[in-house]
């Protein structure tokens, strides 16, 4: 932290701390008061004294600790000036006005915080004796949030198309003091929400909303063709069937032009595009759920983490914009961050290396969608007709690794799944596995050289008697 030195001027008389009497003459100290600052601001303390007497320092403290700490920030010593001459004339009691000022420059929120000046003068008694007097004023420094974002909580994960599931958007703001407000809108609207949980900070803008008790999270009611559309789609099992190449009649095959197939030619869908959530009965005015929670951080700000948690439409919410927007006293307007919902579509899939030979490293990954998505998806690999290379059923994750590929799976087909919330998209890739030289050498009789030496030494037995018979 740096502070400019002192400079001393007539000002108008002012009175806050004061010491009189007859043999000590008059001290009046006050600190003139500070409005609220933003971090890297520059603020000017200024200490205004008035006294009659004879100076003899000026001292500045920041206070920390809750007082416990007094840390000298800035000093001046009067004997060592000799511009204050003339106030050596005792015989004249006139008042004297000075001001003692200390600027901070680019203030940081540690310097948040109580500062103190104390003013000495001599005793006019003794001349020797210091009598002191003190101001205090309070410096609040605000910091507005310098990150906010959205993501969805507990995601990737299945999402069932099955049943009615809630969905909860995360805003996070980072750095604010004090804690920023935090709301949400939809395209463009504010949200009506009812509030379940909150902190010391209320949230301001849920209108009637906040009037609602609190009530746990539901799941519409269905309705009953739904419903049994829905069950309809389960396999023999009961478990969910399989929506995505097994049923050609709900499928969208994508086509290149000019590469449409022949007769002859196996028709592989390249990505499939599934929709087939139930369609749940719902109001045109869904509940949504808030909550917010300020965490106090280390360097003096706060994070603030709000929750907007309502039951998920695909049909209503696909394509709906959500924004998280975060006011603050030193922002002129609110920072904003926002989202869409979408699900997956045109995932491209990329298999290294282009020219897989047998014993290499086969990696099969997503490269990225034809739109922006969100939540973010989940991607489950499956082969078509057989197990994974390492026996298991399904892997996750965006890329499928296959370690030394044998020959056995040239021609194998492989499916990855992307699913959200809001949908899910099937993308199929054929693996093609070459032959690989030098494992072919490696291959051969390792007895072959053995062979050959033994003929070579059984034609030279041979080529040895013929003569003699």
């Known amino acids: 932290m740096k502070f400019s030195h002192i400079y001393v001027l007539d000002l108008p008389p002012l009175s806050l701390s004061v010491i009189r009497g007859v043999s000590t003459g008059y001290l009046t100290v006050t600190i003139e008061p500070l409005l609220p600052v933003v971090v890297g601001d520059t603020v000017t303390l200024k200490c205004n004294f008035k006294t009659d007497g004879r100076l003899r320092e000026i001292v500045w403290y920041r206070v920390t600790d ?23 004339d005792y015989r004249r009691r006139e008042d004297l006005v000075y001001q003692s000022t200390v600027r901070l420059p680019e203030v940081r929120i540690s310097d948040n915080g109580p500062y103190e000046c104390h003013v000495g003068i001599y ?83 849920g209108g009637s909303a906040g009037v609602r008790g609190a009530r746990p999270l539901i799941s519409r009611d269905l309705d009953d063709t739904k ?43 390249e990505t499939v595009v599934s929709r087939e959530f139930p369609r749940w009965v719902q109001s045109t005015d869904p509940l949504y759920y808030f909550s917010n929670m300020q965490i ?51 995932p491209k899939l990329l298999i290294t290396p282009a020219r897989a030979k047998v014993g290499d490293t086969v990696r099969i990954t997503v490269q990225g969608f034809q739109n922006e998505v969100f939540p973010e998806p989940l991607f489950t690999w499956t082969r078509v007709g057989g197990r994974l290379l390492d ?65 070579i030494r059984f034609l030279d037995c041979v080529n040895f008697l013929l003569p003699l018979v």
């Not at 009506?192 to 301001?204: G, K, L, P, R």
């Not at 789609?233 to 995505?244: A, E, H, M």
């Not at 280390?298 to 049909?315: E, F, H, R």
């Not at 998209?425 to 050289?449: A, G």
Request: hydrophobic residues 30%.
């Open 227 to 269: 419903l049994r559309k829905s069950l309809s789609l389960l396999g023999p099992d009961g478990k969910p069937g399989r929506l995505y190449t097994e049923s050609p009649g709900r499928s969208y095959m994508a086509r290149q032009p000019g590469q449409e197939p022949s007769p002859a030619t196996e028709t592989i869908p």
């Open 296 to 346: 106090p951080q280390s360097d003096g700000s706060v994070l603030v983490q709000a929750k907007l948690t309502w039951t998920l439409n695909p049909q209503l919410d696909s394509d709906a914009l959500f924004s998280c927007e975060v006011s603050h006293p030193a922002l002129s307007m609110p920072m904003q961050t926002e989202v869409t919902l979408a699900a997956p579509k045109g």
């Open 66 to 88: 809750g007082g416990t700490i007094k840390q000298k920030i800035f000093t001046y010593d009067a004997m060592f000036n000799t511009n204050y001459s003339h106030m050596e």
């Open 391 to 455: 026996g298991s059923a399904e892997r996750d994750g965006k890329e499928l690794v296959l370690e030394r590929v044998p020959a056995e799976l040239n021609g194998s087909m492989y499916r990855c799944t992307a699913q959200n919330p809001l949908g899910s998209t099937d993308t199929h890739i054929r693996l093609i596995v070459f032959e690989n030289p030098s494992m072919m050498k490696n291959t051969q009789n390792p007895n072959s050289k053995y062979l050959s030496a033994s003929m």
């Open 123 to 205: 005793d006019r008694a003794t001349r020797e004796k210091v009598v002191l007097a003190s101001g205090n004023v309070l410096l609040t420094v605000m910091s507005p949030p310098n990150n906010i974002s959205v993501v969805a909580e507990n995601t990737p994960a299945p999402f069932s198309r099955y049943q009615a599931q809630n969905l909860t958007l995360v805003c996070t703001a980072k750095g604010g003091k004090p804690a920023p407000s935090v709301y949400f809108k939809r395209d463009g609207e504010l949200i009506e929400v009812i509030s379940y949980a909150s902190s010391t900070v209320d949230y301001e803008g």
